[in-house]
Structures are given as structure tokens and as C-alpha cells.
């Protein structure tokens, strides 16, 4: 179930459920989202990336997709088309090309 965290008082209260730190003076919004997103990623990275993002899976654009792709370990390449596809279904995915002599 996708969930948003559009403020500082949702950001707080998953740093609880996370046993995250406490917000550190003069920290911002944004720095502090950034720690606990790192923080929650190896242990749910669907969530950090919504703790990232500030909003649900649901609702996130192209480029926050390619930018939690890349965070995955994935390369997206984009062809002449702009349509993009990881390095994973460039290798794996598509035919070799063979040699015609």
C-alpha cells in the first residue's frame, strides 16, 4: 500500500517506527529526509523511496522511477526513441545480434 510523507511531522513519526535519530538542530526538511530515507532503505527500499519522494510509488513521475531505478543499481539508457530501458533488459533481455558471413 503506498504511503505519503509530505510533511515533517509524517517524516518524525517514521523515524520512530524506524528507530531513527531525532532531528538534529538546524537541520532542514529536506537533509533530514534524505538521512531517514537512507536509513530506511536496506530495510524496505519501496519506503524509503516514498519517504525520498514525499509521496506514495503511486504518484511518482518518470524521472523519480529512473532515479529510484539508478538507486536499485539499474542504468537507464535512453535511445533515439527517449524511451528508457535498463541495462539489465539491454543484456539479458533483447536477442544477441548474430554474425551473417
Do not use: C
Not at 57 to 76: C, E, H, V, Y
Amino acid at each position: 500500500m503506498p504511503m505519503d510523507f509530505p510533511d515533517m511531522r509524517s517524516l518524525i513519526n517514521a523515524a520512530e517506527v524506524h528507530e531513527f535519530r531525532k532531528l538534529n538542530d538546524g537541520e532542514t526538511e529536506i537533509q533530514y529526509r534524505q538521512a531517514l530515507a537512507d536509513h530506511v532503505q536496506q530495510r524496505d527500499f519501496i519506503e524509503s523511496e516514498e519517504i525520498r519522494n514525499g509521496y506514495g510509488w503511486d504518484k511518482w513521475n518518470d524521472g523519480q522511477i529512473q532515479a529510484s531505478l539508478g538507486r536499485k543499481g539499474f542504468i537507464i539508457n535512453k535511445g533515439e526513441t527517449g524511451t528508457g530501458t535498463t541495462e539489465f533488459e539491454t543484456k539479458h533481455l533483447r536477442p544477441k545480434p548474430t554474425k551473417t558471413n
